[in-house]
Nanobody
Framework: QVQLVESGGGLVQAGGSLRLSCAAS????????MGWFRQVPGKEREFVAV????????YYPDSVKGRFTISRDNAKNTVYLQMNSLKPEDTAVYYC?????????????????WGQGTQVTVSS
């Protein structure tokens, strides 16, 4: 089993920055992919970023490319999401997720494990 715990959410003004953390425990293997998703009420979870734990390969959708950066600290078993130049439309609950599958990583249902989420609110 894998347990994921997010932290670092909060309220920030537009143009500001936040760094989210996802602490992983349990049987995390080097071939896992760690993703970040976000969700607003009434909408599906939206893919934000993914990193391959072993080699650090990353992928982002156009909506956050150049503003968000995903990284990991192997020693701490923690994945980070650095969010810069935040916009009001980035407001959402952000979730960390893990999967062994490298297929269609932008789809939420490909992930086996999820954290409880952390709220990010960007004011205009």
């Amino acid at each position: 089993q894998v347990q994921l715990v997010e932290s670092g959410g909060g309220l920030v003004q537009a143009g500001g920055s936040l760094r989210l953390s996802c602490a992983a425990s349990g049987r995390i293997f080097s071939n896992y992919y760690m993703g970040w998703f976000r969700q607003v009420p009434g909408k599906e979870r939206e893919f934000v970023a993914v990193i391959k734990w072993s080699v650090g390969t990353t992928y982002y959708p156009d909506s956050v490319k150049g503003r968000f950066t995903i990284s990991r600290d192997n020693a701490k078993n923690t994945v980070y999401l650095q969010m810069n130049s935040l916009k009001p439309e980035d407001t959402a609950v952000y979730y960390c997720a893990a999967t062994k599958s490298g297929f269609r990583l932008y789809q939420a249902h490909q992930y086996d494990y999820w954290g409880q989420g952390t709220q990010v609110t960007v004011s205009s």
